[in-house]
């Protein structure tokens, strides 16, 4: 399932688990058929101003502990060799998967970051479970 969350003038379109499967129109209409697919994109729609940033390349995923000394804190799950944003900087995209017992279906809920963004999503799948 595809997610889109908004900040300031940018739109952030994600994936979790494989590439989003729409690709956002500025982004086809920027690179036509040659639009790569990705976990995550960042876009710009401001007057004239377009722009279309890959976050991450699907086969990078790698999975882990918020805190590997406090593991009922939740997961994380990093994506990276995107769109470069300097000269040695690849976009990155990490999502921290928050454990929240009480939380029913969610969604992400803030994009953090401006090369490295980090997605916060509060969720009781991030939770351990208990043994039978």
């Not at 982004?27 to 639009?35: I, L, P, R």
């Not at 470069?84 to 969604?107: M, Q």
């Amino acid at each position: 399932r595809d997610y889109s969350i908004p900040r300031d003038a940018w739109m952030f379109y994600l994936n979790v688990c494989s590439d989003t499967v729409k690709v956002p129109k500025v982004c086809s209409d920027k690179y036509g058929e040659n639009v790569l697919s990705a976990p995550g994109y960042q876009t710009l729609t401001k007057g004239e101003e377009t722009a279309c940033y890959y976050m991450g390349n699907i086969n990078t995923g790698v999975w882990g502990l918020l805190d590997e000394s406090k593991p009922e804190e939740g997961v994380k799950l990093t994506y990276s060799a995107g769109t470069k944003c300097d000269a040695s900087t690849g976009r990155s995209l990490e999502y921290h998967f928050i454990c929240d017992p009480s939380a029913a279906v969610s969604e992400p809920v803030t994009v953090a970051g401006e090369c490295r963004f980090m997605i916060i999503w509060q969720t009781k799948y991030a939770c351990p479970m208990l043994p039978r």
